[in-house]
């Protein structure tokens, strides 16, 4: 099992930038996949980025150029830089873990691109 906190999203310009932190309760170093996905309102879900244990990464293309996932595995941190934000990433962003076969989630923080 492992608990998943995201760092506290914010209202951002478009054309800012936004850093979001999550923070697991265990040590993330035997987690082969961890990622972020986010849910607009109306929206499904959907997937933003992911990164492998050995730090491979996948990003949608809609963010792709623009947003960066990273793992610290020291700190059992993953992390999702966000630049170029658009009101379109709008959404309630979750952390994500694929543990053993079984699915975690954080609670989600919410990020707003407006001016």
């Known amino acids: 099992q492992v608990q998943l906190v995201e760092s506290r999203g914010g209202l951002v310009q478009p054309g800012g930038s936004l850093r979001l932190s999550c923070a697991a309760s265990?040590?993330?170093?035997?987690?082969?996949?961890m990622g972020w996905y986010r849910q607009a309102p109306g929206k499904q879900r959907e997937s933003v980025a992911h990164?492998?244990?050995?730090?491979?990464?996948t990003h949608a293309d809609s963010v792709k150029d623009r947003f960066i996932i990273s793992r610290d595995n020291g700190k059992n941190m993953v992390y999702l830089q966000m630049n170029s934000l658009r009101p379109e990433d709008t959404a309630v962003y979750y952390c994500?873990?694929?543990?053993?076969?079984?699915?975690?989630w954080g609670q989600g923080t919410q990020v707003a691109v407006s001016s």
């Open positions: 994500y873990a694929f543990v053993l076969g079984d699915h975690y």
């Open positions: 265990r040590s993330i170093l035997s987690i082969n996949l």
């Open positions: 990164i492998s244990s050995s730090g491979v990464t």
